[in-house]
């Protein structure tokens, strides 16, 4: 088992809809986790952190934690063409390496 | 904000030589610095961290005689490609984490794209 899985997609979302990804992990004493954004030759931009249970709302970026279930989730409302990327989870270890999802790519269909 | 600038953004060797890679971080003191490599529809896989004035500490697999980290102050670290071979081709990203960083959601370089001919 991956310590972080996502889903590889491609997750396709009509322009205007809600894109919903997901990450699971395996590591229960995780604590900080974080959503990135990649484009096709660039490095990860930071879109979300979220440390808490609970949604954390950003714009139009919504990040779930559910330490419970070991899972993560983020929602892109209002999708648009520019949000189309690979998204990676991320979750930190505590000597603050960042453990990596193998990333979800995301398509908006407009 | 952070930022952390990252040279060059492209470079091509021949077989055999050497190629340093240079993450300076323009705003903040880095006290650690992770280097990755991303072969093309892969994720990031981690090669080294290293912390100011210390040896980097390598992931398993990684050689440490072939990829030279050093992080000598808080503002610069470099990762040296000794005898690059063409398997050495890839996409390498420097991510600096600093006092500065407080929610630790750590900063990218913009990466380098590196192939080896």
């Known amino acids: 088992q991956k310590e972080v899985e996502q889903n590889s997609g491609p997750l396709s979302v009509p322009e205007g809809a809600i894109a919903s990804l997901n990450c699971t992990y395996s590591?229960?004493?995780?604590?900080?986790f974080f959503w990135y954004r990649q484009y096709s030759g660039k490095s990860p931009e930071l879109i979300m952190s979220i440390y808490s249970n609970g949604d954390k709302e950003d714009g139009r970026f919504t990040a779930q934690l559910n330490k419970a279930s070991q899972y993560v989730s983020l929602l892109i409302r209002d999708s648009q063409p520019s949000d189309s990327a690979t998204y990676l989870c991320a979750v930190n270890r505590s000597n603050y390496q960042l453990i990596w999802g193998a990333g979800t790519k995301l398509i908006i269909k407009p | 904000g952070a930022v952390v600038s990252q040279h060059p953004s492209r470079v091509i060797c021949k077989s055999g030589t050497s190629v340093k890679i240079e993450c300076r971080s323009l705003?903040?003191?880095?006290?650690?610095m992770f280097w990755y490599r991303q072969f093309p529809k892969q994720s990031l896989m981690l090669m080294a961290t290293s912390n100011e004035g210390s040896k980097a500490t390598y992931e398993q697999g990684v050689e440490k005689d072939k990829f030279l980290i050093n992080h000598a102050s808080l503002t610069l670290s470099t990762l040296t490609v000794t005898s690059a071979h063409p398997e050495d081709s890839s996409f390498y990203i420097c991510?600096?984490?600093?006092?500065?960083?407080?929610?630790?959601?750590?900063?990218f370089g913009s990466g380098t794209r590196l192939t080896v001919v």
């Open positions: 705003d903040f003191q880095a006290t650690t």
């Open positions: 590591d229960r004493g995780s604590q900080s």
């Open positions: 991510s600096a984490l600093g006092q500065s960083n407080a929610n630790y959601g750590y900063t």
